[in-house]
């Protein structure tokens, strides 16, 4: 087949615009040029990559095994060659980044920086606590709070982050963790709302059964609760700083703490981290050791 690495790479941009009409728009190319590209590319690995009607178009099974496979090797081919310009230019060109809701908020202005002094890169950033599929959605680089790091992705771990407990300044003195168990309590709602309360301290560690009256998919969310008064709860001691130095927010128990969680920076391919999330990834540690709570 002749130039199979440019029918490649219409592949993998019909599979990321979702139509053929639109892969064509993006390339500059007639819509027929990409109906021929993708036929000669099928006849030649002998496999129907995608099922296509008069209004829709989807990836068939083999289609999307060729699709997560090639991927990755057209981004290593595309930063062999961007390794070999100069240095200048090599932050140059698109960066999906992920962010944790909460501490990508902190992130935010410091990468709103970078671009600023490097117009030639073209952020795109989401601020999400779900787990994404980075390979499906195109992320180069996802920062992801949790106990572990994810067993099927390049992960390096950039810090260990601290979660004490707060509450509002009104909110019933607390003397012990057993008063907890007669207090409403905020927690985020991927916990189970009758899991019992882990606290860490320096003799060991307590659980305390709570009553759960709230909780949060977000950091935000939880923040705005426990600030309301309705309950005690857990929180990033990053994102309660400002509130405890406003004196909106007050540190309880201060002897314990939920058991710490850590930062990763996660990758598709550990093989191929281009030079754009390197640099993404070092403001972040940068920022991150400017930060409370964490180590």
């Known amino acids: 087949m002749h130039n199979k690495l440019t029918a490649i790479h219409t592949f993998l941009r019909v599979a990321e615009a979702g139509s053929f009409s639109a892969a064509a728009r993006q390339l500059g190319i007639k819509q ?3 109906s021929q590209q993708i036929a000669a590319l099928e006849h030649e690995l002998g496999s129907v990559l995608l099922h296509r009607t008069t209004r829709t178009m989807s990836l068939t099974e083999q289609g999307e095994y ?21 240095a200048a230019q090599q932050l140059q060109g698109s960066l999906n980044v992920q962010l944790p809701s909460g501490l990508g908020r902190i992130f935010l202005p410091h990468l709103l ?32 709070i949790s106990n572990d790091p994810p067993d099927a992705l ?60 709230f909780r949060a998919n977000s950091s935000e969310g ?5 600030l309301s008064g309705i309950g005690a709860g857990g929180m990033q001691a990053p994102l309660a700083e400002d509130a405890v130095r ?19 920076a996660i990758y ?9 999330a390197r640099r993404v990834t070092q403001l972040v540690e940068s920022v991150l050791r400017t930060l409370p709570g964490v180590h």
Request: one cysteine or more.
């Open 268 to 276: 598709p391919d550990g093989r191929f981290i281009s030079q754009r």
């Open 222 to 226: 939880l923040l705005q609760a426990l």
């Open 32 to 34: 027929s040029a990409v």
């Open 66 to 86: 060729y699709r997560q496979a090639m991927q990755p090797l057209v981004n290593a081919m595309g930063e062999v060659e961007q390794q070999l310009r100069p």
């Open 154 to 213: 390049a992960a390096r771990r950039l810090a260990r982050i601290e979660i004490p407990l707060y509450a509002a300044p009104d909110f019933p003195v607390i003397h012990s963790p057993g008063d907890l168990q007669h207090l409403p309590h905020v927690r985020y709602r991927g916990i189970a709302h009758t899991a019992p309360l882990r606290l860490i301290g320096e003799t060991g560690s307590v659980d305390i059964a709570v009553e759960t009256v």
């Open 113 to 144: 920086g970078l671009q600023k002094q490097t117009p030639g890169l073209q952020l795109s950033l989401a601020l999400d606590d779900r787990v994404s599929d980075l390979v499906r959605e195109g992320v180069d680089v996802a920062f992801r």
């Open 246 to 264: 406003c004196g909106t927010l007050c540190r309880v128990l201060p002897g314990w703490r939920l058991p710490d969680r850590y930062l990763y």
